[in-house]
Nanobody, 127 residues
C-alpha cells in the first residue's frame, strides 16, 4: 500500500504562487502514474494534472494549462505541482493520487482510476 502525504498548501493572494509536494512512502513510487485533483466546497473532485511514471508525459486541465506545472523526482519518491498566477477559483483542497495501471487520455482524468490518495492540502487564493 502506498501512503501519500501532500504539503505546501496555504493562503496566497491572486497572482501569487505555491508549490505543492506529494511524498510517497514507497520506493516503488517510480512505477506509478500520478495525478493531482482538487475539490472545492460543494463541488465534485476535479482533475488538475497528470504525469506518467517516467515523467515524460504530462497533461493538464484546461483551467490550469499554462499556469500549473507537474513534475516528479522518482529518486526522492516525490511529485510536485507548481502553481503560478493563482486565481480565487483555484481555491480548493488539492489531492495527489497514484495509479498502477496504464492510463490513456480517456482515463487519467477520472479519479476512479487511482488506487491511493493523499489526505489533501488546502489552497486558498484571496481576491
Amino acid at each position: 500500500q502506498v501512503q501519500l502525504v501532500e504539503s505546501g498548501g496555504g493562503l496566497v493572494q491572486t497572482g501569487g504562487s505555491l508549490r505543492l509536494s506529494c511524498a510517497a512512502s514507497e520506493r516503488t513510487f517510480s512505477r506509478y502514474n500520478m495525478g493531482w485533483f482538487r475539490q472545492a466546497p460543494d463541488k465534485e473532485r476535479e482533475f488538475v494534472a497528470f504525469i506518467r511514471w517516467s515523467g515524460t508525459g504530462t497533461y493538464y486541465a484546461d483551467s490550469v494549462k499554462g499556469r500549473f506545472t507537474v513534475s516528479r523526482d522518482n529518486a526522492k519518491s516525490t511529485a510536485y505541482l507548481q502553481m503560478n498566477s493563482l486565481k480565487p477559483e483555484d481555491t480548493a483542497v488539492y489531492y495527489c493520487a497514484v495509479a498502477s495501471g496504464s492510463l490513456g487520455s480517456s482515463r487519467y482524468g477520472s479519479p476512479y482510476e487511482y488506487e491511493y490518495w493523499g489526505q489533501g492540502t488546502q489552497v486558498t487564493v484571496s481576491s
